[in-house]
Protein backbone atom coordinates (compact mmCIF):
# COMPACT_ATOMS: atom_id res chain seq x y z
CA UNK A 1 0.00 0.00 0.00
CA UNK A 2 1.07 3.60 -1.13
CA UNK A 3 0.38 6.83 0.85
CA UNK A 4 0.89 10.57 -0.03
CA UNK A 5 1.05 12.83 2.68
CA UNK A 6 1.13 16.95 1.80
CA UNK A 7 2.70 19.62 4.03
CA UNK A 8 3.44 23.04 4.19
CA UNK A 9 -0.12 24.63 3.27
CA UNK A 10 -1.35 28.07 5.03
CA UNK A 11 -2.36 31.67 5.39
CA UNK A 12 -0.01 33.91 3.06
CA UNK A 13 -0.87 37.53 1.93
CA UNK A 14 -0.65 38.27 -1.67
CA UNK A 15 2.89 38.61 -3.07
CA UNK A 16 3.66 35.91 -0.41
CA UNK A 17 5.44 32.19 -0.83
CA UNK A 18 4.63 28.97 0.31
CA UNK A 19 6.66 25.60 -0.64
CA UNK A 20 4.24 22.22 -0.21
CA UNK A 21 5.68 18.77 0.01
CA UNK A 22 4.53 15.60 -0.48
CA UNK A 23 5.99 12.53 0.22
CA UNK A 24 4.83 8.75 -0.68
CA UNK A 25 5.29 6.00 1.72
CA UNK A 26 5.25 2.14 1.27
CA UNK A 27 6.25 -0.21 -1.54
CA UNK A 28 7.56 1.66 -4.32
CA UNK A 29 9.62 0.39 -6.99
CA UNK A 30 9.16 3.08 -9.80
CA UNK A 31 7.56 6.39 -9.87
CA UNK A 32 6.40 7.64 -13.27
CA UNK A 33 4.93 10.99 -12.69
CA UNK A 34 4.52 12.98 -9.47
CA UNK A 35 2.41 16.06 -9.42
CA UNK A 36 0.19 18.72 -8.08
CA UNK A 37 -3.05 19.72 -8.47
CA UNK A 38 -5.52 22.22 -6.89
CA UNK A 39 -9.42 22.46 -6.56
CA UNK A 40 -11.17 26.01 -5.15
CA UNK A 41 -14.79 25.41 -3.99
CA UNK A 42 -17.25 24.81 -7.00
CA UNK A 43 -15.17 24.40 -9.03
CA UNK A 44 -13.41 21.76 -11.25
CA UNK A 45 -9.79 20.07 -10.50
CA UNK A 46 -6.80 21.50 -12.53
CA UNK A 47 -3.54 20.11 -13.51
CA UNK A 48 -1.05 22.50 -11.71
CA UNK A 49 2.62 21.08 -12.23
CA UNK A 50 3.77 17.67 -13.04
CA UNK A 51 7.46 16.48 -12.80
CA UNK A 52 8.01 12.95 -15.15
CA UNK A 53 10.44 10.33 -13.91
CA UNK A 54 13.48 11.97 -16.68
CA UNK A 55 12.90 15.06 -15.12
CA UNK A 56 10.72 16.94 -17.26
CA UNK A 57 7.94 19.16 -15.98
CA UNK A 58 4.95 20.88 -16.87
CA UNK A 59 3.14 23.94 -15.76
CA UNK A 60 -0.14 25.08 -15.94
CA UNK A 61 -0.30 28.61 -18.22
CA UNK A 62 -1.75 30.12 -14.46
CA UNK A 63 1.11 29.38 -12.59
CA UNK A 64 4.04 29.40 -15.03
CA UNK A 65 6.82 32.13 -13.75
CA UNK A 66 5.80 31.89 -10.37
CA UNK A 67 5.69 27.77 -9.00
CA UNK A 68 8.45 25.96 -9.71
CA UNK A 69 7.78 21.64 -9.06
CA UNK A 70 10.99 20.04 -7.78
CA UNK A 71 11.90 15.96 -6.44
CA UNK A 72 13.77 14.32 -4.28
CA UNK A 73 14.08 10.92 -5.35
CA UNK A 74 15.56 9.71 -2.71
CA UNK A 75 12.78 10.55 -0.24
CA UNK A 76 10.27 10.04 -2.81
CA UNK A 77 8.96 13.46 -2.43
CA UNK A 78 7.95 16.37 -4.53
CA UNK A 79 7.85 20.08 -3.87
CA UNK A 80 5.91 23.02 -5.01
CA UNK A 81 7.69 26.19 -4.69
CA UNK A 82 4.98 28.96 -4.85
CA UNK A 83 5.82 32.62 -5.28
CA UNK A 84 4.22 35.61 -6.03
CA UNK A 85 0.82 33.87 -4.83
CA UNK A 86 -2.39 35.59 -5.50
CA UNK A 87 -5.99 35.17 -4.40
CA UNK A 88 -6.80 33.40 -6.87
CA UNK A 89 -4.38 30.89 -6.45
CA UNK A 90 -6.29 30.12 -3.44
CA UNK A 91 -7.47 26.03 -3.19
CA UNK A 92 -7.18 22.77 -1.66
CA UNK A 93 -3.53 21.90 -3.12
CA UNK A 94 -3.50 17.80 -4.04
CA UNK A 95 -0.63 15.95 -4.71
CA UNK A 96 -0.42 12.55 -7.08
CA UNK A 97 1.62 10.34 -8.49
CA UNK A 98 1.34 7.42 -10.59
CA UNK A 99 3.87 4.72 -9.50
CA UNK A 100 4.55 1.13 -9.68
CA UNK A 101 4.37 -1.08 -6.25
CA UNK A 102 4.13 -4.55 -5.44
CA UNK A 103 1.22 -4.70 -7.33
CA UNK A 104 3.71 -4.71 -10.35
CA UNK A 105 1.26 -2.79 -12.12
CA UNK A 106 1.74 1.09 -12.88
CA UNK A 107 -1.43 2.79 -10.46
CA UNK A 108 -2.22 6.08 -9.00
CA UNK A 109 -2.02 7.55 -5.64
CA UNK A 110 -3.71 10.53 -4.37
CA UNK A 111 -2.67 12.75 -1.23
CA UNK A 112 -5.30 13.76 1.49
CA UNK A 113 -4.95 17.79 0.38
CA UNK A 114 -3.71 20.75 1.73
CA UNK A 115 -5.31 24.16 2.15
CA UNK A 116 -3.44 27.36 0.32
CA UNK A 117 -5.57 30.85 1.70
CA UNK A 118 -4.15 33.92 -0.19
CA UNK A 119 -5.63 36.86 1.26
CA UNK A 120 -5.15 39.96 2.79
Known amino acids: QVQLVESGGGLVQPGGSLRLSCAAS????????MGWYRQAPGKQRELVAHIFSGGSTSYADSVKGRFTISRDNAKNTVYLQMNSLKPEDTAVYYCMTNLRSDSFRWEDYWGQGTQVTVSS
Open 26 to 33: GTIFSIYV
